[in-house]
């Protein structure tokens, strides 16, 4: 493991734990509640199935780092790996689940899965042009060192764990709320498993380039239509979404909605009741 790569990696993909542990910590100081700390703690969780993916995958991470946090399948793994999974599956499952509890549209979700897909590309593209990890094999859409059929899957990871958590929080009072610890990782295997099986299947038979290509077009296939459906869960109709913009929506998941753009309930006038004329008796 280069030694400049390991700690420049771990300071990028630090900065949004510290923050988000500064907000969770926030929220329980200010009677918010504990959701966003116990998304976190699902988060770190979830990165135990870091060496799963990595050995279907064909990832390598390089060995003898200096801040070693665990070993799985005789591989080690930094702690870069550790807060990726941290705020990537756990911090943003949380923001999803209150972008989806302020109301999205359907367009709004594919959008949602448009900009987590953008963030996935900026935060692993510096370690695989540093050294830090590479993937290997005839990875399809390889044209930096990072196969981009993975960030079509990956955000997959926190739209399920935030539509888990958005049908399921009214069911856990108390704390109850500490399940959420468990669903995080259920949504990093569920959501991996759905999508990824065609690439893993096509790299693990060493298949040329256009195999694996075309297993890649199935995958990212799978994750459309699990956004689909995620939307019959989640999507609300255009007339109860007071905010539709992709920036929007995360600010006014982070910040609240503006009470003037809270669109007024339906004004539903019954309508009169159908009246069956009464029958007329001839007078004898």
């Known amino acids: 493991m280069p030694y400049a790569a390991e700690i420049i990696f771990t300071i990028f993909l630090g900065l949004p734990v510290v923050v988000g542990v500064f907000f969770a910590v926030k929220h329980l100081l200010t009677g918010k509640g504990p959701l966003l700390a116990v998304c976190l703690v699902g988060g770190g969780l979830a990165c135990l199935f870091e060496p799963i993916v990595d050995v279907l995958g064909l990832v390598y991470i390089r060995e003898g780092a200096l801040l070693t946090t665990f070993s799985s399948m005789g591989r080690d793994f930094p702690l870069f790996i550790n807060f990726v999974y941290i705020w990537y599956v756990g911090g943003l499952a949380y923001l999803a689940y209150r ?4 109301g999205i549209t359907v367009k709004g979700l594919f959008g949602l899965y448009v900009m987590d897909v953008c963030i996935n590309i900026v935060l692993e593209s510096p ?18 060192g990072l196969p981009l059929w993975w960030v079509c899957v990956n955000p997959v990871m926190p739209l399920v764990a935030g539509a888990l958590i958005y049908r399921l929080k009214p069911f856990l009072p108390g704390w109850r709320i500490g399940l959420v610890v468990l669903l995080i990782p259920m949504a990093d295997g569920l ?5 990824a099986w065609p690439v893993w299947t096509a790299l693990n038979l060493d298949a ?25 869960v989640v999507a609300r109709p255009d007339a ?42 001839a007078t004898p």
């Open 208 to 232: 040329p380039l256009v195999v694996t290509h075309l297993a890649w077009l199935v995958s990212l296939g799978l994750a459309l239509t699990c956004v689909w459906i995620l939307s019959f």
């Open 191 to 195: 959501a991996n498993g759905a999508t």
């Open 127 to 144: 370690g695989v042009l540093m050294g830090a990890y590479e993937y290997y094999g005839p990875q399809p859409l390889n044209f930096w």
């Open 240 to 281: 109860e979404v007071a905010v539709t913009s992709k920036l929007g929506i995360v600010k006014a998941a982070i910040f609240g909605v503006p009470e003037g753009n809270v669109p007024p309930p339906p004004i539903i006038v019954p309508a009169a009741p159908n009246r069956v004329p009464e029958p007329v008796h």
């Open 99 to 102: 972008i989806f509890t302020n």
